[in-house]
């Protein structure tokens, strides 16, 4: 992760009380109890930031038909257009500690060329069950929810993921996803980044970090190098749209074309200015899917 993407991360915490009573909280418990310090990395690491408890709640209308689905010890939430023909189906999904509507301008483009797009909440997100999640249950999480869709008669034509979201909708395609087309916004190139983002946003030593990624794999029963595009990229025999910002402060361009080295049939638009969020609502952009996803058809 990049230097301004850690300063970024910083002031986003530090401006708020609680997260810096409980790095305050965490330096202690490192010195006086570390085992007691790695499950409780462990657990914050799990949980979205910020709080859906204080997010912006996006409204829908009748116009979309929202579903809930149980999911382990969790929860999904699924949303999409009440009125849609069971034709093809674009199944979109968003990122860390991000939520459905941000992916409702796509699924307004993708429904205007015919396909009946999908939007899937994972857990602890937006409205869906849960209070904590990682990267291993949003790739079971992808997996789940295709199935079932094809399960009910709905073939899939497009995957699109957004940040983490693509990082796992990467692993999920690479591990046989039935998506004849994926699209992958912003995506991160290795999970540890995100470890590495953590210990230094809370002040963890390396030793309690390194604790914590031993933690999570063994826990999930994989490891985060499994989800690089190294390992994930020459599996994924589809053609892969990668849409990435030059100036990206979150996830690094390089990110975003590694997945493109790494993947046979893959293609990189750069955009430029729209840093990691705006892309997902960019007129560009949005063009950009829904010609890739229509050229399959």
Sequence with gaps: MTPPALQAASRYYDARPGIRLFRLGLAAAQQLWPALSVRAAYRLFATPLPLRLFARKTRWD?????????????????YSPAAAANGPTALLVHGWGGHAGQMRPLANALLEQGLRPVILELPAHGR??????????????????????????????LAVAHSLGANALAQAASRGLDAPRLVLLAPPASPYEFTRMFAHVFGLKESIRASMQRRIE??????????????VGPRIRVPTLVVHDRGDAVNRFADGEAFVRAIANARLVATVGLGHRKLLQDPQVLRDVVAFASSAA
């Design 62 to 78: 009748n116009s979309w038909r929202i579903e809930s689905w149980p999911f382990e010890s969790a929860g999904l939430t699924l």
């Design 128 to 157: 869906s069950a849960g209070s904590s999640s990682n990267l291993p249950q949003f790739t079971r999480a992808i997996e789940y929810v295709s199935a079932r869709l094809h399960q009910e008669g709905h073939a899939l034509q």
């Design 218 to 231: 063994a826990r999930e029963g994989i490891l985060m190098s499994r989800f690089e595009p190294a390992a």
